[in-house]
């Protein structure tokens, strides 16, 4: 494959794939064994809520797999493009692919069919670079998916357990650490994924990806601990919480007519999840006004932070909680504000701009599909195009994330970032 050197399949990609499956096999170890410790000794309400976060994660991703392989297959030379990977992607067999997302077995199917096109690529030098990359970048997207829809929940729910029971167990340091752990991996990946659009990947530094997981990490953390404890106090309200905020999010995300994914089902799908995720973090989904909605997002996030903290403060048990309990309530606001900080620090110092805006080749019509649109179409520094077959999902917010637009009067209207 003729191209540009930084959209060509490395070990680096080979490695990270690697890295994602296993820890995606720990994160669902480390489930399964807190479940059967919760099961054991007779709680079986946080068994059942463990279990359904784990349920309801799984076949929220395997749905999204599910649509992709439609929509792809439907694509110009699928099949010829995954005839490398037939073996695991079972080819255009689409009952053997539906039986296996049935099983809950789809996500893991697309980790291992990554690896095993990416290792046929990387070290027999064969070609099929493009559909290895096309592979890699799904996953990222699911896997942020996957961590906003169980890891982030399941942190909460251990949080909230540490704190009714007022100690910890080994297991429970576990899931702890292997949620954290997904948060953390997702976050990097997800950020790498993106940069991968960009001309000039040599951009991407070290300083740049550690400011980027810093401040997801300062932001979500404050977050997911204000809700453990407001759990602790007020257990039966927290559903309440989620369910009016949820709907909140679904109206506002309702209302900026988004276009992700390429059925009516299927956005519907996309948009519920995009509030759900908006519970613990920001997500940018659309064009313009961006400032405006990520300033309007981040106030709405800090009152209501503010008042689930107050409410813990005033119910909590003052002789149980007196170890730990002003040290929270100052932390938790000071940690989040210290996020905004590193996020207005990477934006000011850390984030390329792409100075021209993505302009597509007048000779190819709107509704090009996926398989046939160049990396071209997303190139905005160099006007040099590539090969690389570009996954159009993703390739939407890296959009979002990198594009700087000028409009009239020479005013810049700046995207914000996907995170």
């Not at 789809?106 to 095993?116: D, P, V």
């Not at 980027?212 to 759990?231: E, G, K, Q, T």
């Not at 903290?309 to 048990?317: N, S």
Request: proline share 4%; charged share 15%; net charge neutral.
């Amino acid at each position: 494959m003729e191209g540009d050197a930084s959209t060509r399949y490395s070990w680096v990609d080979l490695a990270f794939s690697v890295i994602g499956v296993c820890t995606f096999l720990v994160d669902w170890g480390s489930d399964v064994w807190v479940a059967t410790e919760f099961y054991s000794r007779g709680d079986y309400i946080w068994f059942g809520l463990l279990v359904g976060v784990m349920v309801l994660s799984s076949v929220v991703v395997q749905m999204f797999s599910w649509f992709w392989f439609k929509y792809d297959r439907q694509l110009p030379g699928f099949s010829q493009a995954q005839s490398g990977a037939q073996m695991v992607l079972c080819g255009d067999k689409v009952r053997i692919f539906c039986l296996l997302h049935v099983l809950q077995l789809g996500f893991l199917c697309r980790h291992i069919s990554a690896i095993f096109q990416g290792f046929k690529v990387w070290w027999r030098k064969q070609e099929g670079s493009d559909y290895a990359i096309y592979l890699t970048h799904d996953l990222s997207m699911l896997r942020l998916i996957e961590t906003f829809c169980e890891s982030a929940p399941q942190l909460t729910l251990m949080i909230y357990v540490m704190l009714c029971t007022n100690k910890a167990r080994t297991v429970q340091f576990v899931s702890i650490a292997a949620s954290t752990t997904s948060i953390a991996w997702m976050v990097v990946d997800y950020h790498r994924s993106l940069r991968s659009f960009l001309p000039d990947k040599a951009q991407q530094g070290w300083g740049s990806s550690l400011i980027y997981f810093l401040w997801n990490l300062l932001l979500i953390a404050p977050r997911v601990a204000a809700l453990a404890l407001f759990s602790s106090v007020l257990p039966g309200y927290i559903s309440a919480h989620f369910l009016l905020l949820w709907l909140v999010f679904v109206l506002w995300v309702w209302r900026q007519n988004t276009d992700f994914m390429d059925s009516a089902c299927g956005e519907v799908l996309y948009r519920a999840t995009v509030a759900l995720i908006w519970y613990f973090s920001w997500f940018n989904v659309a064009e313009g006004r961006t400032r405006g909605r990520s300033l309007i997002y981040h106030t709405f996030m800090t009152v209501d932070g503010g008042v689930l903290l107050g409410t813990w403060w005033c119910y909590r048990d003052p002789v149980r909680t007196e170890p730990y309990g002003l040290a929270l309530i100052i932390a938790l606001p000071l940690t989040y504000l210290l996020g905004l900080l590193f996020k207005a620090l990477y934006y000011c110092c850390f984030h390329p701009k792409l100075w021209r805006p993505p302009v597509r080749d007048p000779g190819l019509p709107d509704d090009l599909p996926d398989a046939e649109v160049s990396f071209k179409n997303v190139s905005a520094q160099d006007d040099t195009p590539s090969s690389h077959t570009l996954n159009r999902r993703m390739a939407t917010h890296a959009a979002n994330f990198y594009t700087e637009r000028k409009f009239g009067n020479d005013q810049d209207t700046n995207r914000e970032s996907p995170l």
